[in-house]
C-alpha cells in the first residue's frame, strides 16, 4: 500500500530535505509539496489522503499557529508533525495543545528527521529531546470550566462553532444554515463572549482541546429531552 506525505514548507531547500528524510523510511512514498498554507489547503480538500503531513509552523501570510489550526480544521483527524526552526517549551507546548501528533526542530540531523517522521507514522507522539512543558505556577486546568462554557452554548451557536473549526467563513456559514451572515456574526460574537476569548482562533484552540463530538452528541441529547412529550 502506498503512503502519501505532504510537506508544507515555503522554503525549496527544506522541502528537498524532508524528501530525503521520508525516502529513507518510505522509497515509494508518495510526495506532494506545498510552499503555501492556501496550496496545503487546497490538497487536503482533494480526493487525496495523507498519512501525514510534516508543516513549517512559520509561513507567509499566517501568524502564530493560524496555519496549524487552519489544517486541522480541514481535516481534524489529519496527523501533522510540526517541523520548526523554533524550539522554545512554550511554542512546543501550544502547537500540541493546537492538536499536532508531533513537533521536531528543523535543526536535528537527517536521521533524527527520518526517524521522527517513522515513529509518528508508527502512533508515538514526538517531542525535542529534553523537552518539559513550561511551569504552570500550580494553576488548576481550565478543561472543567472551558467544558462548562462549552456547554452553556445553544445548539445554532455549537453548529456555528463547529463550523469555525473546519475554516468556514461567515458567508459560507450562513449559505449553509439558511440564515443571514448578520444572524452568524452575532452567533459568533455569542460564542466568544460565552467562550471568554477574543477571537475566532483562540475559540478553535481551545475547543481543539475537548472532545468536541461528545459535546453536540449531549447538546442534541438535551434538545431531545426538551422536545419529548410529557410522560403521563
Not at 462554557?149 to 449559505?175: D, E, F, W, Y
Request: aromatic share 4%; hydrophobic share 45%; net charge negative.
Amino acid at each position: 500500500m502506498t503512503v502519501r506525505f505532504l510537506i508544507v514548507d515555503d522554503h525549496p531547500l527544506f522541502r528537498e530535505a524532508l524528501q530525503l528524510a521520508i525516502q529513507q523510511g518510505y522509497q515509494e512514498a508518495e510526495i506532494v509539496e506545498a510552499s503555501s498554507i492556501a496550496a496545503a489547503q487546497e490538497a487536503l480538500a482533494s480526493d487525496q489522503v495523507f498519512d501525514l503531513v510534516l508543516l513549517d509552523l512559520s509561513m507567509p501570510g499566517t501568524r502564530g499557529f493560524d496555519g496549524l489550526i487552519e489544517l486541522r480544521a480541514a481535516r481534524p483527524k489529519q496527523p501533522i508533525l510540526v517541523v520548526s526552526a523554533h524550539e522554545d517549551p512554550r511554542i512546543v507546548h501550544e502547537a500540541m495543545s493546537c492538536g499536532a501528533a508531533g513537533y521536531i526542530s528543523k535543526s536535528v540531523k537527517k536521521r533524527d528527521l527520518a526517524e521522527a517522521i517513522q515513529d509518528v507514522m508508527a502512533g508515538l507522539v514526538v517531542l525535542p529531546k529534553g523537552y518539559e512543558p513550561p511551569a504552570t505556577d500550580g494553576a488548576p486546568s481550565r478543561e472543567p470550566d472551558l467544558v462548562a462554557r462549552v456547554s452553556s452554548l445553544t445548539r445554532q451557536q455549537l453548529r456555528v462553532l463547529n463550523m469555525v473549526r473546519q475554516g468556514m467563513l461567515n458567508k459560507q456559514i450562513a449559505h449553509e444554515l439558511g440564515v443571514g451572515e448578520t444572524t452568524i456574526k452575532a452567533h459568533v460574537s455569542e460564542i466568544m463572549r460565552k467562550l471568554n476569548v477574543v477571537s475566532r482562533t483562540q475559540a478553535v484552540i481551545e475547543v481543539t482541546k475537548l472532545d468536541y463530538g461528545s459535546i453536540l452528541a449531549k447538546a442534541a441529547s438535551r434538545e431531545n429531552e426538551k422536545d419529548a412529550p410529557p410522560r403521563s
